[in-house]
């Protein structure tokens, strides 16, 4: 039986009047409840599931989490898969799509293919066809963008910076500097080391050097040791603490640095 992760919401509020932002992860997935005017997250609720989305499982989670079958605003489904490719857009021949991930990432069976307009890019990815099934079924007028989309239409910094996002076992890595995006980035890990050294590769590759800053997010602790490995060889590593959305007061138990893992993405698609 699944169990949430992270759960809160507010029952005050009328589903009908909110719009909904659907997480679909490799290992999890996710349900966000929110105000675009007023920028009020009224309910998160977070699954771990490492056998992807099905429509199995999607029953078994409106069973506990009723009101996800009511209608919305609007609902924008994000997916974080990592069978993904971001083409120029000056590059980008139409018709050609299939050929490109084919070549980029092999040809997975059981997948549809989609794509969005990502800033200069094409962005071209491949979700589950029975995640892209069951979530299109339960939400018709669903819009569908990648993770990596989001993240590439927005302005990059002029200072370096690495923004490190970490889902369960999964880490995020975007690079940026002088106002360019320079390396967007998804891999697993299994021990602090493992991510230690995807961090160093990243500022070794773009000589970034030791005064870079690095914001990390997501589900990692202060005291863990994961945190306490990156604090010590990381000279400038900042917990990213500022949020542009309101959250209930009962969530105070879920730091402001693990509600980043939606406030960013709130913050791109409002």
Aim: proline letters at 4%.
């Amino acid at each position: 039986m699944l169990h949430p992760v992270y759960f809160f919401k507010n029952n005050s509020v009328e589903p009908a009047a909110q719009h909904l932002l659907v997480q679909s992860g490799e290992c999890f997935c996710g349900f966000v409840l929110y105000e675009k005017e007023q920028q009020n997250v009224n309910a998160w609720v977070l699954y771990e599931n490492k056998t992807g989305i099905t429509d199995a499982t999607l029953q078994e989670i409106t069973q506990q989490q009723e009101w996800l079958t009511h209608p919305f605003q609007s609902v924008t489904i994000i997916d974080y898969t990592k069978q993904n490719a971001l083409v120029p857009s000056s590059m980008f021949v139409p018709g050609a799509e299939t050929t490109v991930m084919d070549f980029m990432t092999g040809n997975p069976q059981q997948t549809v293919q989609l794509e969005d307009r990502a800033g200069v890019a094409v962005n071209l990815y491949r979700v589950s066809s029975a995640a892209y099934v069951a979530l299109s079924k339960l939400f018709t007028d669903a819009q569908w963008m990648h993770h990596e989309s989001l993240v590439i239409d927005q302005p990059a910094t002029e200072e370096a910076n690495i923004t490190v996002e970490i889902w369960f076992n999964t880490i995020f890595l975007f690079a940026e500097m002088k106002g360019q995006w320079l390396l967007l980035q998804q891999r697993t890990y299994q021990t602090p080391e493992d991510a230690l050294y995807h961090i160093l590769n990243c500022k070794q590759q773009w000589n970034m050097g030791d005064d870079v800053t690095v914001q990390l997010q997501g589900m990692v602790e202060e005291h863990s040791a994961l945190y306490s490995l990156l604090h010590q060889y990381i000279l400038n590593l900042e917990l990213k603490k500022e949020l542009q959305f309101y959250y209930p007061s009962n969530t105070s138990d879920i730091p402001n640095h693990t509600k980043q893992l939606i406030d960013r993405i709130l913050t791109c698609v409002s």
